[in-house]
């Protein structure tokens, strides 16, 4: 593989960084993926990849053809494809086709919500209400007063008045003797016990704070709740299926309907013929001694929207597909690292070189000039750019750029400043040789070992920069396909999981590849290689 490098140590580096297998595996995949990324319009793209149309091709992917090439008198702009396959001249000719890609989704293409199959099923959740009631006693614990303590006397309101509590509910000590301080005018913390009444049911009893006043109270609250269990917590579905135009229960839960009153069965069924049309409030209905609260809802789609057939990752806020905008996300992450990265390098190299070489003044000169450059606020600077020149990729790579070549200057002039007064050079001087060719073709290359060491780990540095300016809105202008951008819209939607989800993985894969390529390519340069530390 390596007989056309005739560098014997470029070989022998070449060789111990493919014997560091994960990294080289690394350095494939990362390869892969970015050459899939170029070719991205053939994978992900709403436009045909073919065109066959009274016995002429067409290519729409690679050329621009305006809608009046497939319908006489059409515009001249570029014609909605998948709305001109349903045309008669290609829905009823055979001859007449179309080739999508394999997801035939744009980057920048909103899907239509009609085209997502959703149930049109509408389903009623019965949530159980804990039954609530407050009752206010004298001093022989009567009642004076009462609401909604039916479900706790066991029988109709009106025939607890005037009763002793005690008789009808199981008061514990604990709250006989916070009522009668209250009767005594004394302070009073708040209580609540639990007690269990004659039905067997858990029931718990809350006295408020009470200060004391001017005159005793002629009367005491207590406010009673009913404890539910786990099982009894749980909410009931009624699904309805429409069948014939009318609505009916198709689910287990549909047992409970019998046990509605018949004004209540014709309130929910007409509710939830409602919600076909529009949203309904929910509402409560009783049965069997106990409240629900009726919530009644029906799958609609509304971005972003989950994964469903055609749309593996799901659909992000703006109804784009989120697989089509990670795959042009990677082309445009690893293009604008390494773009950035080449850039800055060759930049940090130069400077590098010329403060090594010369030293001296210049030297000085420079590495305070530098050093006030590297003070300035790089987000700062960008925000300003952005608002006076809008934002855009060519001048994202420009200011970045403008500041990460500092690094890398750094290592190439301390390089120059050790390689300057070896014997190769002194005699390079000697023989009349120009001071670039000294400085680019003599000693340069003996100094790259910082540069190539330093290049994968600078590449993830500039893909994690890019998604973390995208996020923060300082980066790509929408919209631009970027994997900060959908991180942006999970946070603005935190529970659509796949928008940060599949991001993420995306951005940690390759940083991650990066990591390993930059450990194997220091493997690769490092003149202790079997050197371990004790």
């Given at each position: 593989m390596?007989?056309?490098i ?8 070449l ?7 994960y ?7 990362l ?10 319009e053939l994978?992900c793209?709403n436009?045909?990849?073919?065109v ?7 290519f729409?992917?690679f050329?621009?053809?305006?809608e ?10 570029r014609p ?8 008669p001249?290609?829905?009823d000719?055979?001859?007449n ?5 394999p997801i035939?989704y744009g980057?920048?293409?909103?899907v239509?919500?009609a ?11 019965l949530?159980?209400m ?7 006693v004298?001093?022989?614990f009567s ?8 479900s706790?006397?066991?029988g109709?309101e009106?025939?607890?008045l ?21 009767f005594?005018?004394?302070?009073a913390?708040l209580?609540?016990?639990?007690i ?7 029931v718990?009893v809350?006295?408020?704070?009470f200060e004391?006043r001017?005159?005793?109270?002629k ?7 009913e ?12 699904r ?6 009318t ?11 019998p046990v509605?009153?018949?004004e209540d069965r014709t ?7 409602n919600?076909?049309l ?8 009783a ?13 609609e ?5 989950p994964?469903v057939e055609?749309?593996w ?5 703006a109804?784009r597909?989120?697989l ?5 996300g990677?082309?445009t992450?690893?293009t ?5 990265v080449?850039g800055?390098?060759?930049l940090?190299?130069?400077a590098g070189?010329?403060q090594?070489?010369y030293g ?22 960008m925000?300003?750019?952005?608002s006076v020149?809008g934002?855009?990729?060519s ?7 403008l500041?990460?070549w500092i ?16 014997a190769f050079?002194?005699a390079?001087?000697c023989m009349?040789?120009?001071?670039p ?6 000693i ?9 060491t330093?290049?994968p780990f600078s590449?993830v540095g500039?893909i994690g920069a890019l998604a973390?300016?995208d ?5 790509l202008p929408?919209p ?23 991001p993420s993985c995306a951005?940690?894969t390759v ?13 690769a ?10």
């Amino acid at each position: 593989m390596f007989y056309r490098i005739k560098n014997p140590v470029t070989r022998k580096r070449l060789a111990r960084f493919k014997e560091v297998r994960y990294a080289w595996i690394s350095f494939l995949i990362l390869c892969g993926l970015y050459l899939i990324s170029l070719g991205a319009e053939l994978i992900c793209n709403n436009k045909p990849l073919l065109v066959r149309f009274q016995g002429r091709s067409y290519f729409p992917v690679f050329f621009f053809y305006p809608e009046e090439t497939f319908v006489k008198g059409g515009r001249k702009t570029r014609p909605d494809y998948k709305a001109l396959a349903g045309i008669p001249e290609f829905r009823d000719d055979p001859s007449n086709f179309m080739v999508f890609a394999p997801i035939p989704y744009g980057p920048y293409e909103s899907v239509d919500p009609a085209s997502i199959p959703v149930s049109k099923d509408v389903t009623a959740r019965l949530v159980p209400m804990p039954a609530v009631g407050s009752v206010n006693v004298d001093r022989t614990f009567s009642i004076v007063r009462f609401r909604a303590f039916e479900s706790f006397a066991g029988g109709p309101e009106g025939a607890v008045l005037g009763k002793d509590l005690r008789k009808i509910q199981p008061l514990t000590p604990g709250i006989i003797e916070a009522v009668k301080a209250r009767f005594e005018n004394e302070p009073a913390p708040l209580v609540s016990e639990k007690i269990q009444d004659e039905s067997g049911r858990t029931v718990q009893v809350f006295l408020s704070r009470f200060e004391p006043r001017k005159a005793p109270p002629k009367s005491v609250r207590l406010i009673f709740r009913e404890m539910l269990s786990s099982s009894e917590e749980k909410p009931v579905n009624i699904r309805f299926a429409q069948k014939n135009g009318t609505l009916d229960p198709v689910e287990d839960g549909s047992a409970l309907m019998p046990v509605f009153s018949p004004e209540d069965r014709t309130r929910l069924l007409e509710q939830a013929q409602n919600r076909l049309l529009g949203p309904v409030e929910p509402f409560f209905l009783a049965a069997q001694g106990r409240r629900f609260r009726v919530e009644i809802f029906k799958e609609e789609v509304r971005f972003p929207y989950p994964s469903v057939e055609g749309h593996w990752m799901g659909i992000d806020a703006a109804g784009r597909d989120v697989l089509a905008r990670i795959l042009y996300g990677l082309r445009t992450s690893l293009t604008f690292g390494l773009l950035l990265v080449a850039g800055s390098m060759a930049l940090g190299i130069f400077a590098g070189a010329v403060q090594g070489y010369y030293g001296g003044v210049l030297d000085i000169t420079a590495q305070r000039i530098i050093e006030i450059w590297s003070a300035l606020p790089f987000l700062y600077i960008m925000i300003l750019m952005g608002s006076v020149y809008g934002r855009s990729f060519s001048l994202l790579l420009f200011c970045y750029g403008l500041f990460n070549w500092i690094g890398i200057s750094y290592y190439v002039r301390g390089e120059f400043l050790r390689l300057r007064r070896q014997a190769f050079v002194e005699a390079a001087r000697c023989m009349g040789i120009s001071t670039p060719k000294i400085l680019f073709r003599h000693i340069l290359p003996n100094a790259l070992v910082p540069v190539i060491t330093f290049f994968p780990f600078s590449l993830v540095g500039a893909i994690g920069a890019l998604a973390a300016l995208d996020y923060l809105g300082f980066g790509l202008p929408p919209p631009t396909p970027s994997w900060g951008e959908l991180l942006f819209q999970a946070q603005q939607y935190r529970w659509a999981w796949w928008l940060i989800l599949y991001p993420s993985c995306a951005l940690f894969t390759v940083m991650l590849l990066g990591v390993f390529i930059g450990e194997g390519v220091r493997n690769a340069y490092d003149p202790k290689r079997y050197a371990r530390m004790e």
